[in-house]
Structures are given as structure tokens and as C-alpha cells.
T-cell receptor
Framework: QKEVEQNSGPLSVPEGAIASLNCTYS??????FFWYRQYSGKSPELIMS????GDKEDGRFTAQLNKASQYVSLLIRDSQPSDSATYLC??????????FGAGTTVTVRA | EPEVTQTPSHQVTQMGQEVILRCVPI?????FYWYRQILGQKVEFLVS????????KSEIFDDQFSVERPDGSNFTLKIRSTKLEDSAMYFC???????????FGSGTQLSVL
């Protein structure tokens, strides 16, 4: 079983729509959860972190965490062409060793 | 805005040669990391470094790999005898004490021929 799994995509959404990204993780001891955005050929860029169950909003981004279901999601509201990228879910267990998912590629159609 | 800088951006080497990848972490950060990403694959953890010693390493980080902080600013990854399968983008990252929020450098694309 993979440590971190993401819906494979690619995900294509029209401009202005909501993009919904999902991630599940295998280790129940995981404590910290992150979403990174990676443009093609570039490095990962942190966009959201979440540590407790529930929702966390930051601008057009909302992260949701459900530790009982071992599930993390990211919603991107009012999607813009500049949101077109690969979104990486990353999980940590207090050991400063992030485990990344394979990523979901999002394309926002103008 | 402070950033992690990596040099070189591209490195081409022959199989069996040694390479050193260099990184300057963000100045007030205390934790340093190397990750790699083989083309089309996920980002993989290699090693974390704190207080001048390795704190965690993955199975990938075998005896061919080493890290060093030779002075107060640089953080290096050495691959002693490169293999074809070492070809990847290598990312350096750093974080402040007490947080796992990693900030990544722009990467070094290593090509082993």
C-alpha cells in the first residue's frame, strides 16, 4: 500500500469553477499534512498546511482533514489559468520526513 | 523574500564520477533536507540534517551519498560514484525549528551518462 495516494487526474476544470483534489494516507500516526503546488519543471511550493480535523481556508484554497478516514482534500475556488499545475499532497509523522503523493495535475480551461 | 538557492541548476556527469550539489538554505532555518524527483515520478525524501548531523535518512541514501555543512551557510550533497539511476532533479529544502513547513530550492537537474 502506498503511503500517500492521490486521485490520479489529470483534472480539467473551466475557469471560475471549483477544483477538488483528494489524498489518502496509510499511516495513522501522521500528524501534519501539506499541499504543495508544482509547476512543470519547477520546485514544490507550499500552499497549505493543516494539522487538525476540519477545514482551513486561505484565500481561494480550502484544505480539509479527516484523520479518522485518513483523508485530506484541497478545494480551489474560482479556478484561474494560473492554478494549472500539479498539486502534491505531503504527510509527516513528527520526523521531519515528508512523504509525498504522486500528484494530481490540474488544467484550468480559459 | 528569503529563498533557498541551489547550484548548479544543471549538472551532467559520467557514470562513476563524483558530484557535489550545493545549497544555501534560508538563513534563520535550522533544518535542512535533500529530496529528489525522477522525471515523471513523485518527490522522494533522501535525508534530513539538524545540528550538524543527519537526523533521518531513507533507503535511497546509501553509502554513496553524504551530506555536509562545511560552513555557516552552505549545505552540500555528495554522490561518490554516480549511477545512471541517480539521474533526477535534486531539491534542497530548509525549515525553521519547530515546523515541518519546507521551503524548496529551484533544484539541480543531474544527468548521469
Amino acid at each position: 500500500q502506498k503511503e500517500v495516494e492521490q486521485n490520479s487526474g489529470p483534472l480539467s476544470v473551466p475557469e471560475g469553477a471549483i477544483a477538488s483534489l483528494n489524498c489518502t494516507y496509510s499511516d495513522r500516526g501522521s500528524q501534519s499534512f501539506f499541499w504543495y503546488r508544482q509547476y512543470s519543471g519547477k520546485s514544490p511550493e507550499l500552499i497549505m498546511s493543516i494539522y487538525s480535523n476540519g477545514d482551513k481556508e486561505d484565500g481561494r484554497f480550502t484544505a480539509q482533514l479527516n484523520k479518522a478516514s485518513q483523508y485530506v482534500s484541497l478545494l480551489i475556488r474560482d479556478s484561474q489559468p494560473s492554478d494549472s499545475a500539479t498539486y502534491l499532497c505531503a504527510v509527516n509523522k513528527y520526523d521531519y520526513k515528508l512523504s509525498f503523493g504522486a500528484g494530481t495535475t490540474v488544467t484550468v480551461r480559459a | 523574500e528569503p529563498e533557498v538557492t541551489q547550484t548548479p541548476s544543471h549538472q551532467v556527469t559520467q557514470m562513476g564520477q563524483e558530484v557535489i550539489l550545493r545549497c544555501v538554505p534560508i538563513s534563520n532555518h535550522l533544518y535542512f533536507y535533500w529530496y529528489r524527483q525522477i522525471l515523471g515520478q513523485k518527490v522522494e525524501f533522501l535525508v534530513s540534517f539538524y545540528n550538524n548531523e543527519i537526523s533521518e535518512k531513507s533507503e535511497i541514501f546509501d553509502d554513496q551519498f553524504s551530506v555536509e555543512r562545511p560552513d555557516g551557510s552552505n549545505f552540500t550533497l555528495k554522490i561518490r560514484s554516480t549511477k545512471l539511476e541517480d539521474s533526477a532533479m535534486y531539491f534542497c529544502a530548509s525549515s525553521e525549528a519547530g515546523t515541518e513547513k519546507l521551503f524548496f530550492g529551484s533544484g539541480t537537474q543531474l544527468s548521469v551518462l
